[in-house]
């Protein structure tokens, strides 16, 4: 994607198995990676994924597909029991596509009480990863004090709200990179090395927030 300094990618079980060497020395300095989802499942590549990205040195993330006909709760748990986040990790990524015939505010109170339970495990503000269409709906003005993971397919960078502006955005689902088999999720980051290197944790300067920075409670 033209004008953005910072790229990354998105996979799980669906890239099957990953050539992470391959993949560094392209024009990758983030990937995110899905853990869980709903109540009890967990991705069967992702301690792979995990394990391989910190050892080739990619900066990582990783993410938990929510089911909002399931217990927040216990699909919290299933995260928090899969994943181990470290220092230089960026923050965990509650991934909200799907509204599965629940109402309104249902679905708004099963959000926050994913989020709140992981923020307070963790100490760090989850990303919320969703569309334009569900952003609009569900996210806005309801969560402004996360940040935002965008999914727009488009040449375009999405237009949001002045006080709560995307900090990464999937710009496309079809992409293709040496080491991955088939397409794979192209994502940017809104800011420079330096803010994704310190995106998640306390910055020593204000130059360093992205949008709604994500520190620690």
Do not use: C
């Not at 992981?118 to 609009?136: A, D, K, M, Q, S």
């Amino acid at each position: 994607m033209e004008g953005f300094e910072i790229h990354g990618i998105d996979v799980s079980h669906y890239q099957h198995r990953i050539d992470w060497d391959t993949v560094a020395t392209q024009k990758v300095d983030f990937a995110f990676v899905k853990a869980t989802e709903g109540l009890t499942y967990k991705d069967s590549l992702f301690q792979r994924n995990w394990s391989e990205l910190k050892r080739v040195g990619i900066k990582r993330g990783a993410y938990h597909f929510y089911r909002p006909n399931s217990s927040p709760k216990t699909q919290a748990y299933n995260f928090l029991s899969t994943v181990s986040i470290e220092e230089g990790d960026l923050p965990p990524v509650l991934d909200f596509e799907v509204v599965s015939g629940q109402h309104h505010f249902g679905i708004i109170s099963g959000l926050q009480t994913w989020l709140s339970i992981v923020e307070n495990e963790l100490g760090f503000r989850p990303i919320i990863y969703t569309n334009l269409n569900l952003y609009n709906e569900y996210i806005k003005d309801n969560f402004n004090d996360y940040s935002i993971w965008i999914a727009r397919y488009n040449d375009l960078a999405p237009h949001m709200p002045i006080d709560q502006p995307w900090s990464f955005w999937q710009y496309g689902n079809r992409g293709r990179m040496k080491g991955i088999e088939g397409d794979v999720d192209f994502n940017v980051f809104s800011g420079s090395h330096q803010d994704l290197e310190y995106f998640g944790f306390p910055a020593d300067s204000s130059s360093y927030a992205i949008g709604k920075p994500v520190y620690p409670l």
